[in-house]
């Protein structure tokens, strides 16, 4: 059986007082229409990524040294990728720096759609498989809280011949739909066809009240006994499912009523009690989606964080504002995000750049967070977790 050695960190370092035109402000003269960009948290995150003590299916009879390290033997011929998918620069992430890496990557190349940023790492180079595997990666950046201010908020239709429309209404696998799905939709748009954010607030709501989430099916995921990502009519037969299938779910709802939709992945981090100046538990990886409205732009929506009666007001070390305001986690959710997550990716489908070279490999999964391999020739390869997750140092 194949098991490997991976320590993947995303850190919090400090909070960022005072940053001008980033909305903020607790009356409303301080918040504008539409998203504000508020709360800028800066960031040092890690990947690693090692393997110990490769066994290779056909071993040399003598050892031979790896072209990458000459200090490092080679164990029998073979294939070993790595991919890293770093942060995702846009709306919530800024400023996005790589900061080190070692051993250089081989390559550093966008994914074949151009979304995401993917760092590359070709241990066999000439064919040989190493006695042992390391790499580490890391940025620094700055996210930022997504705050919905909807008074005054403009309104206007669609494009209905945009690229963007086109792309972001239709079925794809996993965001597919069925008859029940589609009629039950449809009673969410309200009278004014134009009012986008009431037809979308009603089917959040729906989703958030009778959803569930399956806390066995999650902790298969966590420890790495589930991988494979269900359609949306899954989970909406069975009302029960994980972050990704909720946004799924949420994205088809929206889509059957013509408002483009698509899933968003990263990493999220609960906060700790004690306040900023104490640790950031690291929670794991996280999807949830957004919403375009025309005017505005892409509107965050989180069902999972504000599902099953969320009714306690959101944190104040996730939204000051929000707290202030005594918005509940349920309502908050809906068009806000707090700065404790990482976006990675949005969208599913994530396409690997360089295309891998291992024969056979498999397609990249719907979705990864922190890394992907693809390696042949490989018998087996000793393991263990080098350490845990947690902050790392303050600037």
Same mark, same amino acid.
């Given at each position: ?297 892409? +509107?965050? #929506?989180? *069902?999972?964080?504000?599902?099953? %009666? =969320? ?5 104040? /070390?996730?939204?000051? @504002? ?27 489908? +994530?396409? #690997?750049? *360089?295309?891998?070279?291992?024969? %056979? =490999? ?5 979705? /990864?967070?922190?890394? @992907? ?23």
């Amino acid at each position: 059986m194949l098991n490997r050695l991976l320590l993947i960190g995303a850190l919090l370092c400090i909070l960022i007082p005072g940053c001008d035109n980033l909305g903020g402000g607790i009356k409303s003269g301080g918040l504008k229409a539409g998203i504000n960009y508020m709360q800028p948290i800066k960031w040092r995150m890690t990947y690693r990524f090692r393997v110990q003590q490769v066994n290779a299916t056909v071993p040399y009879l003598r050892e031979r040294k790896w072209s990458i390290d000459p200090n490092v033997p080679t164990v029998g011929d073979g294939t070993w990728e790595v991919w890293f998918a770093g942060p995702r620069e846009g709306e919530e992430i800024r400023d996005v720096k790589m900061t080190y890496n070692l051993p250089a990557p081989t390559a550093i190349e966008r994914d074949l759609d151009d979304d995401i940023e993917l760092v590359y790492y070709d241990f066999t180079p000439d064919g040989s498989l190493p006695k042992e595997i390391h790499a580490q990666v890391q940025w620094e950046f700055i996210t930022f809280e997504r705050y919905a201010y909807w008074d005054g908020m403009p309104k206007a239709p669609y494009d209905k011949t945009s690229d963007l429309y086109k792309k972001y209404t239709v079925q794809e696998k996993p965001i597919v739909w069925n008859k029940e799905m589609t009629n039950v939709s449809r009673k969410f748009v309200t009278d004014d066809p134009e009012d986008y954010k009431m037809t979308a607030l009603n089917t959040y709501n729906h989703v958030v009240t009778n959803f569930y989430y399956d806390h066995e099916q999650g902790a298969r995921t966590v420890f790495g006994g589930y991988t494979a990502m269900f359609d949306a009519t899954r989970c909406w037969i069975n009302k029960t499912g994980v972050c990704d299938e909720f946004a799924n779910v949420l994205c088809g709802m929206l889509r059957i009523n013509g408002i483009p939709a698509r899933p968003v992945a990263g990493f999220v981090h609960e906060v700790n009690a004690a306040g900023l100046d104490a640790d950031v538990r690291y929670a794991g990886g996280h999807a949830w989606a957004e919403f375009y409205m025309p005017e505005v732009g892409w +509107v965050p #929506l989180d *069902p999972t964080w504000g599902m099953n %009666g =969320a009714r306690v007001n959101i944190d104040k /070390f996730y939204s000051l @504002t929000g707290h202030l305001r005594e918005i509940p986690k349920v309502d908050y959710y809906f068009g806000k995000t707090d700065p404790y997550r990482i976006t990675c990716f949005k969208d599913w489908d +994530v396409k #690997l750049n *360089p295309k891998p070279k291992t024969p %056979g =490999a498999d397609p990249s999964e719907p979705w /990864f967070l922190g890394y @992907t391999d693809r390696n042949s020739g490989v018998e087996s390869i000793t393991f263990g977790w080098e350490g845990v997750p947690g902050k790392e140092s303050k600037y």
